[in-house]
């Protein structure tokens, strides 16, 4: 019996992920795989009622369960950044989920803002979640000499930085570190090669500036080298503003997109909107040998809460991520299928697609295209 831990969260979150689990619920019943589900009601109810944003006695409830499928986070009755902070990122940093990953795939019939749209997009797209520019470490300085002390504290290792800064006539500066250790790239690249070796492609594309910021994707490149050697596996490396462009005009030349925190963070929401948007965009925060945590891209969207209007595609994408990472491949490409083929037919289509097909009636379709019904 595997375990996941569901947090539905705010807004189209309890919607979407309500559908995710029907169609859980269908694929586990037809091929006897046994799935437990706990939900856990976090988010901004929970937080307005209770104050708690993540208590400890919920993470140690969590950790034992073998994945999280998580809706959505974020409310405007909350302050933003409480429960983003507070719930979605300390679950990744607690978990050490340190790869994010966002398969960027156009599906048949689905509109997409590239002049071509029957383009072959088929990307799989790893982000490194844990360093780089998002490490948190940085200041503002006003007026004169100052020093400030910082700390990266991790579970592999600890860093601390005392930065000395005299502003002589400057009035202010401000400055934020980016941090990527040989652990931490030699970890996300590893990942990207088996997955590579996984799904039979033959070439990583690495992203850096390495040009530019020479020290840290020096490092990184380092890493990719190494890993391309170890794995057996070809690799070439791009500049991101080269990565972006190619994004837009000639897609299918990527296969597989390993990148850096920030970069890895933009051009993945680029890959949603080629994709046909947020709606349909599923993700993946793994830890390989933890706990994993599978959402959809898009956030709580209040705009449209209540309203049987939102995509459920992206909800259910990360479901079938969820179902393949724990071991049940079949069942994933089962969902992957179902959910193409409505897809395909362009005759339903939920608001952000152009079409007027609800919440529900998305996912009644995606069932009937089941294999096994
Ligand atoms: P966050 O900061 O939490 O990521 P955001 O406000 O930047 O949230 P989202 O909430 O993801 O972004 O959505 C932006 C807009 O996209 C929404 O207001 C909504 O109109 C549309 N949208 C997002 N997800 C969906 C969906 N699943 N179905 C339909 N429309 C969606």
Redo the contacts with the bound molecule.
């Keep these: 019996m595997q375990k996941v831990g569901v947090i539905p969260g705010d807004?189209?979150g309890p919607e979407?992920i309500k559908e995710a689990r029907r169609v859980l619920d269908s694929v586990t019943e037809s091929k006897s795989i046994a799935l437990e589900f706990e939900e856990f009601p976090l988010g901004a109810g929970h937080y307005l009622k209770t104050g708690e944003v993540l208590a400890e006695e919920t993470l140690q409830r969590l950790s034992r369960k073998d994945a999280i499928l998580l809706g959505?986070?974020?409310d405007p009755r909350v302050k933003p950044g409480i429960l983003?902070k507070g719930v979605l990122l300390r679950l990744r940093f607690h978990f050490d989920q340190y790869v994010n990953l966002r398969p960027v795939k156009l599906y048949e019939g689905v509109p997409s803002p590239l002049a071509d749209n029957h383009r072959k997009i088929d990307i799989q797209f790893v982000r490194e979640n844990t360093e780089d520019f998002y490490v948190g470490l940085g200041a503002r300085v006003k007026s004169g000499i100052s020093n400030t002390s910082l700390s990266l504290i991790r579970r592999a290792y600890e860093a601390k930085f005392d930065v000395g800064v005299d502003l002589k006539d400057e009035e202010e500066l401000a400055f934020q570190i980016g941090v990527i250790t040989k652990h931490g790239a030699k970890r996300i690249m590893d990942f990207a090669f088996q997955l590579a070796k996984k799904n039979g492609i033959d070439l990583v594309t690495s992203v850096d500036k390495a040009n530019v910021l020479t020290e840290m994707y020096g490092l990184w490149r380092e890493a990719c080298e190494e890993a391309s050697a170890r794995h057996g596996i070809a690799k070439e490396f791009q500049y991101v503003d080269a990565v972006a462009l190619h994004m837009v005009r000639n897609p299918e030349r990527f296969k597989l997109l390993v990148a850096p925190n920030l970069f890895g963070d933009i051009l993945t929401d680029l890959g949603a909107a080629l994709q046909g948007g947020?709606?349909l965009a599923p993700s993946a925060n793994i830890n390989p040998s933890g706990v994993s945590m599978f959402e959809?891209v898009?956030?709580?969207?209040p705009?449209?809460a209540g309203k049987g209007?939102?995509?459920p595609v992206?909800a259910i994408l990360s479901s079938a991520l969820m179902l393949d990472t724990l071991g049940h491949k079949a069942a994933a490409d089962e969902i992957e299928s179902a959910v193409k083929e409505v897809l395909r037919s362009g005759k339903h289509r939920?608001?952000?697609m152009g079409g007027k097909t609800s919440t529900s009636k998305m996912t009644d379709e995606i069932l009937k295209h089941l294999a096994h019904r």
């Design positions: 807004g189209i979407v959505a986070m974020g983003e947020l709606g959809p898009h956030g709580s969207a705009d449209i209007m939102a995509n992206g939920t608001a952000d």
